[in-house]
């Protein structure tokens, strides 16, 4: 097992998790300053772990660590996510589609979907499709069919994953987002209708979890690959 770390003092970096697990540490950018997040991704960088992924990142705080990096550092404002490095090339089992109601969700879905590319997966984005205007959704059920795993992303009442659920023999995984009026209570609403699903094969991460959603996709998506 390797559990290489490197003390920075702020942080501990757990330069030994690429060869564990095949995916270098993500940082999560919310909550530390730019140059916490530039001497974190220095040193995965310095132990050629790459890409390594930001989540949670604003703009300001992405402009400063560019600086640091240049070309290198790719930034996703719309999802608030950083990429230092390329993206694996693409070696999963299929595509995965990534599925959401409305352009409210765009944010959460594009972090799911940029964190699926990042780690070697490709990615079909099937984006308004919410079951307020299910014609859009049954459009595009072939190519949600095909996919080998289906990211599902909506706020609101949380319906999507689970009409998804009925259509598809893969895997579902469902983000509920905190999109929604008031009694949506900030996401708790669309996540108990997802954790209620009565549609057999739906798995829930936390409300706005695109990356979590993505990354444990792509897990079932590289699922038979490993030599």
Do not use: W
Request: glycine share 14%; charged share 20%.
């Amino acid at each position: 097992m390797h559990c290489e770390t490197e003390n920075l003092g702020f942080a501990r970096v757990d330069v030994g998790r690429y060869s564990r697990q095949g995916v270098a540490e993500v940082v999560y950018g919310e909550g530390k300053s730019a140059a916490q997040v530039v001497a974190i991704l220095s040193a995965l960088d310095g132990h050629g772990q790459s890409p390594a992924l930001v989540t949670r990142l604003n703009a300001d705080k992405a402009r400063e660590v560019q600086s640091r990096f240049g070309d290198r550092f790719a930034y996703f404002e719309e999802a608030r996510f950083g990429r230092l490095g390329d993206n694996r090339p693409e070696d999963g089992l299929g595509t995965v589609a990534v599925v959401c109601g409305g352009t409210s969700d765009l944010p959460v879905a594009e972090e799911a979907a940029l964190t699926l590319e990042a780690l070697g997966n490709g990615v079909r984005r099937i984006y308004d499709v919410g079951v307020a205007g299910i014609h859009r959704l049954l459009e595009r059920s072939r190519e949600i069919e095909e996919a080998s795993v289906v990211v599902a992303v909506a706020g609101m009442e949380g319906a999507l994953p689970s009409v998804v659920g009925g259509l598809v023999s893969s895997p579902v995984v469902a983000v509920p987002t905190s999109v929604g009026y008031g009694t949506s209570f900030g996401g708790v609403a669309a996540l108990l209708a997802m954790l209620n699903s009565c549609a057999a094969g739906v798995s829930v991460v936390n409300i706005d979890n695109g990356f979590g959603a993505g990354f444990l996709a792509s897990r079932i998506n590289h699922i038979g690959t490993k030599s």
